[in-house]
């Protein structure tokens, strides 16, 4: 007998059906792993220790659904192994293709009673009489003919012994799966008819149009062997969706173009179908357009053409390995990849709660914003006046033929090409560019970080997407900077939290290793660090004008110094002198010119904002180490050593206290180590009497300067030769930052920093921080890169744990860093948020919305020990 090919999609849920005997065991051993492989038998003795122990069969068959869904929802292909000869058993397997966006398909092995009840005679492990293969043999020759409207999208039935034996399983791709094919693609976004703009746009891409006869567009290819990707919408609204239909089918027919359908197309099948469909949103030029062709017959076949092609079309196609996602609405991790009803609706329509706006337009819900996949995804159907990236998402859509824009991305190359509207080709209900808020100044509501309904929102970054930030946070960040903050036009930056390392299992008596963190960022890809010096002082965020009179009227001493909170370091007059330092180290070590520009009549309105550290930790904390610091210590000191005399001399009179001396010689050791800690970061200063006598900066970061800069595209290297030169330029006022390279690739250069590390802390540095040399990004080649990691030495964790932390290392060992990593992370892309809604002129309101969020989030229950 000539081989019976049976067709299975990759990712599937292969359901076996047949009456006991039938051999579905013996034909899944030989056609599917073992593993894809789930048995109601085998289930029944997982959960009875007996594979014909029917009591068992409705727990057994729980735990078949719940492995074959976990399977299915980690993409794996999986085949159900029993009789599925009842509609019930089989509508519960429908029901989890679905629920996993898979097809399902069915193996009908239907065999004659006469083969399957011999077989069951042969089996001396099994009882099944011939009546209960006759009852099973009766249900599904009832249920041949209802398969597929049960849902079953393939149905294979195999009716004999000699065709089970020629069964051949081929594993096919699903149609979205385009995984092998690398492109380069050009990507190109809602047509909506506009053949010229097209036509202008493929220019300017590279490609060439071929012309029939009659001088029409109906092919494109690059030289270079590129191919167009079309995110649906071609049709509708437009000046001649004919000719883009002509064109964009030729191109793909030729394979020089790909294309997934948009609703337009689908609605447009629907009419040539002749179903009942309103005739709107430009269905109706569409229409008129091919009614418009004279030639009957010719219409005839493009009508023919385009249905087929339109209908044929793939909801989404998953490219390039899977790193490209494309789909006309968007589509959310989960679906990609995946086959199923709303999966096609996903892709047409987006995720839409039902209800309609102002205009009559669907409410549509932000996927994008909850995006987090691995895959690029580039769609459009939504109209949107600027190309913006959210969450490695994209939408193409522009506005063509409502008077935007033709947008294309070039892949991989993440570069768009655009080319204007020619005319406003049909008015929009909604308008392209959406109202921008109006304000009469720069102040920052409360309506801006809270939603009518007083929930939360959230703020749009460019390294995170969008950072959510809760009611009562938003509330409560908001009266602080309203309240105790330096002046809002001041306020253009705050710090960012910073996660520590963690614990080495070669050196157990430390809490934070530096092997960990080097080992944290080798894991993502990242080798080349940057260990700099961590001073223990407080953050601070300088903001210096050129002239003592720049940044006026806000300022009336040229600038600001304020804390990760915005409050202002000192008073005025402090404040003007240490500004005056400040600005004349940077005019000495000739930064004003470099980052600025010339001094002329603009030089009021220069300035720079610097991240550094404020010294000593005394000058801002004073009254923090007087009475919590300062008060313990002076406790211990005080109580312990009378402690020990008192024990000591009870143990010498016979009492047993041994244990309890031992702990308190070592409580007392712990205390003195506590107060030797926090008091080598305190010295004298002149702070108290107005002036800056023993005050130091420690600058580790240029931020922003005027003229719309920032420089985060610079490595941490470059900062710190900024840094370099102000120290030398005023070094009684500016500290240096030390620093180590290291190579986290290199065992030997690894070690060299955990050495540099451990000189920095025995001389009673506070530790370091690792970050990568070049800057962060946030994602690195294998994962998400912390902007820097924090290493602190063990005598300066007495500060943070109390002075006998020491022997507790173990609980302290399993501290939990994943919540305060991802703040880290979060508050970073806000701060760089800030910086770049700074440099780009976005009013003051919008830059502090980011400002807002750092401080907002500081509130989040974080233990603030890490």
């Known amino acids: 007998m000539s081989e019976k090919v049976l067709d299975v999609p990759d990712l599937s849920l292969v359901v076996l059906v047949g009456a006991s005997g039938s051999g579905k065991s013996t034909f899944a051993a030989q056609h599917f792993g073992p593993f894809e492989v789930v048995s109601s038998d085998h289930c029944r003795g997982l959960v009875a220790d007996d594979v014909n122990d029917q009591a068992a069969t409705a727990d057994a068959f729980d735990v078949l659904h719940h492995i074959a869904g976990v399977r299915l929802r980690r993409g794996h292909l999986t085949v159900v192994d029993a009789t599925n000869v009842q509609a019930d058993a089989r509508r519960q397997l429908v029901a989890l293709a679905r629920e996993h966006d898979v097809l399902p398909v069915a193996i009908v092995l239907d065999l004659p009673e006469r083969v399957c009840v011999e077989r069951n005679a042969a089996r001396p492990d099994r009882d099944v009489g011939a009546q209960v293969v006759k009852r099973h043999r009766d249900a599904l020759r009832r249920s041949l003919r209802s398969l597929r409207r049960e849902g079953f999208r393939t149905v294979h039935v195999l009716s004999s012994v000699e065709e089970v034996a020629a069964a051949r399983i081929v594993r096919t791709p699903l149609r979205s799966d385009r995984r092998g094919e690398h492109g380069p693609f050009d990507v190109i976004g809602d047509v909506h008819g506009c053949r010229s703009e097209l036509e202008t746009l493929l220019g300017a891409l590279g490609y060439v149009v071929t012309r029939d006869g009659r001088g029409r567009p109906v092919d494109a290819a690059h030289p270079e062997g590129r191919r167009a990707v079309f995110l649906g919408d071609l049709v509708d609204r437009g000046p001649d969706t004919p000719g883009v239909l002509r064109l964009v089918m030729g191109m793909v027919q030729a394979g020089h173009a790909l294309a997934v359908p948009g609703n337009h197309e689908a609605k447009l099948v629907r009419a040539l179908d002749g179903r009942d469909v309103t005739v709107s949103h430009g269905l109706e030029t569409t229409l008129a357009q091919i009614e418009a062709i004279e030639d009957d017959d010719e219409r005839r076949a493009f009508r023919e053409r385009v249905r087929g092609f339109a209908d044929g079309l793939v909801s989404h196609l998953v490219l390039d390995d899977g790193k490209l996602v494309v789909a006309h609405a968007g589509l959310k991790e989960a679906y990609h990849n995946r086959a199923s009803g709303r999966v096609r609706s996903f892709a047409l329509y987006g995720d839409t709660t039902g209800e309609s706006d102002e205009f009559g337009l669907p409410v549509r819900l932000d996927w994008a914003r909850d995006y987090r996949g691995r895959a690029t995804v580039l769609y459009g159907h939504v109209p949107t006046p600027e190309l913006e990236w959210v969450n490695g998402t994209l939408c193409l ?28 080709h049909y008015e929009p209900v909604r308008p392209l560019v959406a109202a921008q808020p109006v304000r009469d100044d720069d102040d920052l509501a409360l309506t801006d970080v809270v939603s009518t309904d007083g929930a939360g929102r959230g703020v749009e970054t460019r390294l995170a997407g969008r950072v959510a930030v809760a009611a009562e946070q938003a509330a409560g960040a908001l009266e602080v900077m309203s309240r105790f903050a330096v002046d809002p036009h001041l306020l253009w930056y705050l710090p960012a939290t910073m996660a520590p390392a963690g614990s080495w299992a070669d050196a157990p008596e430390l809490l934070e290793h530096p092997q960990a963190a080097f080992e944290a960022y080798r894991k993502v890809g990242v080798t080349d660090l940057l260990c700099e010096e961590k001073h223990m002082g407080s ?20 600038g600001a110094v304020h804390t990760r909170t915005g409050r202002s ?20 070590a000739g930064l004003w010119d470099e980052l600025c520009g010339p001094a002329d009549s603009a030089t009021e309105d220069q300035w720079v904002l610097l991240d550094a550290e404020l010294l000593p930790w005394s000058a801002k904390a004073e009254e923090l180490l007087r009475t919590q610091y300062a008060a313990v210590g002076a406790a211990a000191r005080a109580a312990l050593p009378a402690a020990v005399v008192a024990l000591e001399q009870s143990a010498a009179r016979g009492l047993d206290v041994g244990a309890l001396l031992e702990k308190t010689r070592q409580r007392e050791v712990d205390a003195t180590a506590f107060t030797e800690a926090y008091r080598r970061y305190v010295w004298p200063t002149g702070v108290a009497e107005g002036r800056l006598d023993g005050v130091q900066l420690a600058p580790f970061q240029l931020l922003a300067a005027s003229g719309v800069q920032t420089f985060g595209d610079r490595d941490h290297g470059w900062h710190l030769s900024v840094a370099d030169r102000l120290v030398e330029a005023d070094p009684q006022l500016f500290r240096t930052t030390r620093r180590h390279r290291v190579d986290a690739a290199d065992a030997a250069s690894c070690e060299a920093g955990t050495a540099w590390w451990t000189d920095l802390t025995a001389a009673g540095g506070e530790g370091m921080v690792v970050k990568p040399f070049a800057g962060a990004a946030l994602r690195g080649p294998k994962g998400v890169v ?55 002129g976005d009013p003051l309101w919008r830059v502090h919305e980011a400002v807002f969020a750092v401080l907002a989030l500081e509130s989040e229950p974080v233990d603030p020990r890490l």
Not at 403 to 422: C, N, T, Y
């Open 539 to 558: 953050r601070a965020v300088v903001l210096v004008a050129r002239s003592r009179d720049g940044l006026a009227p806000w300022s009336s001493t040229g």
């Open 786 to 840: 912390q902007p820097g990691t924090k290493v602190r030495g063990a005598e300066y964790l007495r500060l943070v744990y109390g002075p006998g932390y020491t022997r507790d290392l173990e609980r302290l060992r399993q501290r939990q860093l994943g919540r305060k990593r991802g703040l880290a992370l979060r508050e970073h892309a806000l701060g760089v948020e800030s910086l770049a809604r700074l440099a780009d």
């Open 569 to 588: 370091f000192f008073g005025e007059e402090l404040t003007v002198a240490l500004l005056d330092r400040v600005r004349a180290a940077a005019e000495r």
């Open 397 to 424: 859509d522009t506005g063509v033929v409502f008077g935007g824009a033709l947008s294309a991305l070039r892949w991989p190359e993440r570069e768009p090409v655009q080319v204007p509207a020619e005319a406003v």
